[in-house]
């Protein structure tokens, strides 16, 4: 299939020279899906795209109720050390895609935040001085641990023109299987000084008794918006009071009033934290006809996307950002 071989080349292309990794796949994987689809219809998923339409990243539209963040395959469990990790909530072939999704580029400091990505063509930290050079992931994304050098069973292929991205399988992987990847940009980061100890051991975990998976966004579709850019619509209907979608947050050492795209995250608007799942690509709403609520559980970093009323299959959620009236990154929505 068209995925297996996108993926088996960008495997090879890792497994050569992890240094520079992501942007040699994102080049290399670009050009040849687009001399294949050149070629014949590509069929993706039942629906057949245009000529040259990227495997994952054609438009909602042409893909009915696909999302453009998908994570589904994915389970997030608290481990018996009470860690959190990302776990296979299905059993993945070789070249299989396991998670795909959306980048938000933010002002961050990631030498010393571990919970952004390096989204940079040149991806080396010691260049990554520019402030988008760094970005936070949808889904699942910031939850994967590391393993060292041939030890993951996972790798990001990076999208920087469109600020997508695809994790897929290096090697079968049943179904519990923790999920790891190498991160890229270990080598120069500080933060991830204590992972380059020589001879380090990758630890296996494993999902603690009766665990339920954290993070649940399958209720809801990302898709292309009316405004230009991504909003959150309703896979089925809701009823006032269920539960649209939940997951857990990662704390980051941001500056909110700069970055729209993170959450107050304390009482006293000096925390930031940016969220699993769809959860950073709901719009708001400036006149009351929000029709979900973000109910943030400070002491556990986990939230739920609550419907405020009935709510159509199709219908677009929002919710009213709750620091709207003070934030500098909302001045514009004013």
């Not at 997030?76 to 009470?82: N, T």
């Not at 000096?270 to 690509?281: E, H, K």
Request: proline share 4%.
């Amino acid at each position: 299939s068209l995925q297996a071989l996108f993926a088996s080349q960008a495997r090879d292309a890792v497994s050569e020279r992890h240094e520079g990794m992501c942007a040699q796949v994102a080049r290399t994987a670009w050009r040849r899906r687009l001399a294949l689809c050149a070629e014949r219809p590509c069929r993706l998923g039942g629906v057949t795209t245009a000529a040259g339409a990227p495997r994952g990243l054609a438009s909602a539209a042409a893909q009915g109720a696909a999302s453009l963040i998908d994570c589904s395959k994915v389970s997030m469990h608290r481990d018996a050390f009470g860690s959190i990790g990302a776990f296979a909530a299905a059993s993945f072939r070789k070249g299989d895609l396991v998670e795909r999704g959306i980048m938000r580029r933010l002002e961050a400091d990631g030498h010393e935040c571990p919970h952004v990505f390096l989204w940079s063509p040149e991806m080396r930290g010691e260049a990554a001085a520019d402030d988008d050079a760094w970005a936070i992931g949808s889904g699942c994304s910031v939850f994967y641990g590391t393993a060292p050098e041939g030890a993951a069973n996972t790798e990001m292929a990076r999208f920087f023109d469109r600020d997508v991205f695809e994790i897929y399988a290096l090697r079968d992987i049943p179904v519990g299987e923790e999920l790891t990847h190498l991160y890229t940009g270990l080598p120069p980061r500080r933060c991830f000084e204590e992972l380059r100890t020589p001879g380090r051991v990758a630890l296996r975990r494993t999902p603690a008794e009766s665990s339920a998976n954290l993070v649940d966004c399958s209720k809801v579709v990302a898709r292309p918006d009316s405004h230009g850019g991504v909003g959150v619509y309703a896979r089925q209907p809701f009823r006032r009071g269920d539960v649209v979608e939940r997951g857990l947050v990662r704390r980051l050492p941001v500056d909110g009033h700069r970055c729209p795209w993170i959450f107050t995250w304390s009482e006293d608007r000096s925390v930031w934290a940016t969220g699993s799942g769809c959860l950073n690509f709901y719009n708001t709403a400036l006149d009351g006809s929000e029709n979900a609520e973000v109910r943030r559980h400070f002491d556990k970093d986990a939230f739920e996307v609550v419907a405020r009323r009935d709510i159509d299959e199709g219908e677009e959620l929002t919710h009213l950002y709750q620091s709207i009236e003070w934030r500098g990154g909302f001045s514009s929505l004013k």
